[in-house]
């Protein structure tokens, strides 16, 4: 039996919550977490809510902490300078202790200091607004 458009359409919707929900949830856990990144989760979450949720969508944007980080990306696809000065500083500190004194084994040393890497390259080819 074949599915209505509608079923469909809705069905849609409450996954691309759902991964909004779980993209947010690293996000915010990419603040607090050395190697996981926040920006690209965020964006990836924004995403999701556009195509899912005005509501959640509007809620994202409107938050004092990734409001103006979102908008900014969304309207000039840039970052302010002292949020790449901050990513860049938690990177390089909070990243390079983790590899430095935490992690013994060297496979995961290098592929920490790949993603370190990464990351880094990432953020610098950043525009600034």
Known sequence: ML?????????AQNFYKFLGFIFFGLA????????L??????LI???CFAKSSEKWHRWLIS???????LKNWHEKKCISYSTKIVAIS???LFGGYSVLFVVTDITLRVIGYLTI??????IYRLNVC
């Open 117 to 122: 890497a990464t990351g880094l390259y990432s």
């Open 37 to 42: 990144p926040t920006t690209p989760f965020l």
């Open 28 to 35: 915010a856990l990419g603040v607090f977490l050395p190697l």
């Open 63 to 69: 938050t004092r902490v990734f409001g103006t980080l």
């Open 90 to 92: 938690s990177i390089i």
């Open 3 to 11: 599915l209505s458009k509608k079923v469909i359409k809705s069905i």
């Open 45 to 47: 979450a924004a995403g």
